[in-house]
């Protein structure tokens, strides 16, 4: 299965840099057909975890991918699955 994985640890601090990468992996995975992308925001105080999850949660951006998991194993990934 192919999968693309975004680590923000080295724009954890970079508001505009943080939106523009959760796009452009969003839009990479629907056109690219891949089903898997993995977000990494890390541990730290929660504020990116926070971030990234209300970027997915809007409407618009919801409607693109088919389910949100947060891994319970690693307080740090969030998985959004995509059917295409």
């Known amino acids: 299965m192919a999968k693309i994985v ?4 080295d724009i954890y601090n970079k ?13 990479e995975a629907v056109n690219k057909k891949i089903a898997l ?5 890390g541990k730290g105080s ?4 926070k971030r990234v999850l209300r970027f997915l949660s809007q409407p618009d951006i919801k409607r693109l991918y088919h389910r949100l998991e947060k891994d319970d194993k690693n307080y740090g990934r969030i ?6």
């Not at 975004?6 to 640890?9: C, G, N, Q, R, V």
């Open 6 to 9: 975004l680590d923000l640890h």
């Open 46 to 49: 929660g504020q990116l975890k």
């Open 15 to 27: 508001g505009f840099n943080i939106d523009t990468e959760l796009n452009r992996v969003i839009a």
């Open 37 to 41: 992308v993995e977000i990494i925001p």
């Open 79 to 84: 998985f959004v699955h995509f059917r295409h």
